[in-house]
């Protein structure tokens, strides 16, 4: 037993980092759904594009396995660079794909955003091939800074700066949606998109900035899961897709805070579990608890029960 | 009743036929083949092989042949396709001079060729088929130069426990076919030589995170990390992870962690030291291997790994020939004979080469390396004992 004990702390900060990158895409999900009703499959696509893109960054910033300029600067470029054109991802499906559709039956917007999920996929593989490319972090920090321990719980440079961006990140959308008129609005459109029109908001720039938002912090976790796991390939979004979205589910879709409680709760299930139990279970732990959850409480576990509209 | 005395005489005419026509004098020729995919995706290593051959063809005829008379090399070329495969076997088998067969390298083309060869008795040595049931259907004729798939697992163990010196021993391993086979091998290998605090635990490949897992690891505390995956990023992250948590255990990796792009440098650092296993020598460390290496890369260029094998398996076919020979007229069955009587053969792959009774290399052959600097420095063979 005292050997399950031990290596509960640094399993806490495991699923925490894991957990607060689940968040960070879940919210993404959360947020399209909550306002066009709609699963947005090409969301692990657009954090896979935002680990490409901080990739991209880095490698540029780098001559001779050295960076050209202060290591703070260069993480803060990947994280704002890959935002960036996360979001723009996201703003063009939404523009190209979606909006024709908005009025169509919800199961062709459905298949739209599978098909944009292939062909952003393909595209990358097509234009930066199937190896896996590595990140090279050692000249990011000094070696005697890479890695610190409280007790005998190691906590890298990484981990730490992870949970901190996705937690800031966070924060800065709560302020967001909660204090400022954009968000009133946000909110007013996820209640009901025809009644906010008639209130005077633009519905069309809600939507767009919900897409900007939602794959900007998809990007951000692309690179942030770069930066701490150091590789990133075509096929990563599938995974983190999927991953993101049962954080979304879980937590109660169409709920932000619900994504970033499911996002947190899915990545300690799974380190947890991989204490307790053989590694082979932790996606069957995962699992198993989000049917229960949606047995017992289908909206989700802070998900509001919306009656069906007629 | 007429039809039965046709079809006996007809077999009885076969019979004679396939016992007769493959005993032949010397001075009527010698012809050995070299079955293998010489066009398609694998023209490349399949050619290093041929071409390979022909040095050790080349050498023997330099020396004036076997009897006075010259060998001959001939390609078969299947073009990876079992088909294609069948029709090059049956080309050989009728050709009357033809006593033995380097190839087929592909364990397929190998499963689809074996009753062709196998009935007519050919000699065939492989350099690369690695499947193990090759060997398990009874044939007399299939010999490797190569290790089966399942060899490297006990010969992992016994690394683990003589050169590694491990009390404590964690095996991680990815849940694909080959990786389990080689978690099951090694595992049963350790329990037969003693060593029983092990822990073992499954990796989904590609995952990118192995921290939860490596952390269940570092509680543990082994002596020895054994990390099975099947590719060299996942290797790059399992090490530079069991490092970041402070794991001290010796890192042991897989065949696939022999990239010094996608391991050594991917992980910054973190393998240094770290060692690895693979099915292939480093040709260059073998002093005995100094002579063919330069002249492969004086006639064909550079050297990739498969043609050694070759080299080697085509010495030892030559000198089976050579002894069936003697007495001035070979048959297939003689060679055959003399080749399974292999044992203790020295040539250029850095230990000696003994076939079991069922044709396997005695022992298999597996190589270990250790991470130093930017390369992969090799440490020693393991040979099943």
Redesign the interface.
């Known amino acids: 037993m005292e050997l399950y004990w031990q290596q509960l702390p640094q399993q806490l900060v495991n699923g925490l980092t894991l957990g607060g990158v689940y968040a960070l895409i879940a919210i993404g999900y959360t947020m399209v759904y909550g306002i066009l009703g709609m699963l947005n499959f090409a969301h692990g696509e657009v954090y896979m594009i935002g680990g490409f893109t901080g990739w991209w960054v880095l490698h540029l910033l780098t001559r001779n396995n050295e960076i050209l300029m202060n290591a703070a600067l260069v993480i803060a470029l990947m994280l704002i660079i890959a935002m960036g054109v996360s979001g723009l991802v996201g703003i063009m499906a939404e523009r190209l794909a979606y909006r024709p559709l908005r009025n169509a039956p919800r199961m062709n917007l459905l298949l739209s955003a599978l098909g944009v999920s292939i062909f952003l996929q393909n595209l990358i593989l097509t234009y930066q091939g199937a190896k896996v490319r590595t990140f090279h972090i050692a000249s990011l920090i000094p070696e005697s800074f890479r890695v610190f321990h409280i007790g005998s719980t190691v906590f890298s440079f990484m981990r730490t700066l992870v949970i901190a961006v996705t937690f800031l990140l966070m924060a800065l959308l709560t302020i967001l949606i909660k204090k400022t008129k954009v968000g009133k609005a946000m909110r007013a459109t996820a209640q009901d998109i025809e009644a906010a029109a008639f209130m005077g908001v633009d519905v069309d720039r809600i939507v767009v900035l919900v897409f900007l938002i939602g794959s900007a912090l998809g990007g951000a976790a692309g690179t942030l899961v770069g930066l701490l796991f150091t590789q990133v390939d075509y096929y990563v979004g599938f995974q983190a897709g999927l991953k993101g979205f049962t954080a979304a589910v879980l937590g109660g879709i169409g709920s932000i805070y619900g994504a970033m409680l499911g996002g947190i709760l899915l990545g300690l299930t799974e380190s947890l579990a991989v204490t307790f139990l053989p590694a082979a279970y932790k996606d069957v732990v995962a699992f198993v608890i989000l049917i229960t959850v949606l047995i017992v409480r289908p909206w989700g576990l802070v998900g509001e029960r919306i009656p069906e509209k007629v | 009743m007429k039809k039965t005395i046709h079809v006996s005489l007809f077999l009885a005419a076969v019979v004679c036929l396939s016992g007769l026509a493959h005993s032949a004098p010397v001075s009527k020729g010698i012809h050995v083949g070299n079955a293998g995919a010489f066009t398609g995706d694998a023209a490349a290593p399949c050619n290093e092989i041929f071409n390979s051959a022909q040095i050790a063809v080349d050498e023997w005829n330099a020396r004036g042949g076997i009897q006075g008379v010259k060998i001959e090399h001939v390609m078969g070329d299947d073009a990876m396709d079992p088909a294609q495969g069948v029709n090059v076997a049956h080309k050989f088998v009728a050709d009357d001079l033809m006593y033995g067969v380097v190839g087929p390298p592909m364990s397929h083309i190998a499963q689809a060729t074996l009753k062709i060869y196998g009935s007519a008795d050919l000699v065939t040595i492989t350099t690369a088929a690695s499947k193990p049931e090759l060997t398990e259907q009874g044939y007399k004729h299939f010999f490797r130069v190569n290790a089966r798939n399942d060899a490297h697992g006990w010969n992992s163990a016994l690394f683990i426990k003589n050169y590694l010196k491990a009390k404590r021993v964690a095996v991680l391993n990815e849940?694909v076919a080959y990786c389990e086979n080689m978690s099951k091998e090694t595992l049963a290998g350790l329990e037969k030589l003693g060593i029983t605090d092990i822990m073992q635990?499954?990796?989904v490949g590609?995952?990118?995170?192995y921290?939860?897992?490596l952390?269940?690891v570092?509680?543990?505390k082994p002596d020895v990390l054994f990390f099975i995956a099947t590719?060299a990023?996942d290797q790059?992250?399992g090490v530079?992870q069991a490092k970041?948590?402070?794991i001290d255990a010796v890192f042991f990796g897989t065949e696939g962690a022999r990239d010094k792009k996608?391991f050594i440098?991917?992980s910054?650092?973190a393998a240094q030291g770290a060692y690895v296993y693979h099915f292939a020598p480093d040709i260059y460390s073998i002093p005995e291997a100094a002579d063919y290496v330069r002249k492969y890369e004086n006639q064909y260029g550079v050297l990739s790994g498969f043609g050694p094998p070759a080299y080697e398996a085509m010495n030892i076919l030559l000198s089976a020939i050579d002894k069936a020979a003697q007495d001035g007229d070979i048959s297939r069955k003689e060679v055959l004979q003399y080749v399974s009587q292999t044992h203790g053969y020295q040539g250029i792959l850095g230990f000696p080469i003994t076939f079991d009774p069922k044709g396997d290399l005695a022992g298999g052959a597996t190589y270990f390396f250790q991470v130093e600097g930017q390369d992969f420095k090799p440490i020693t063979v393991m040979t099943g004992q």
């Open positions: 849940k635990e499954t990796i590609g995952a990118k995170d921290s939860p897992v952390t269940k570092k509680a543990f590719t990023p790059a992250i530079r970041e948590l402070g996608d440098e991917a910054e650092g």
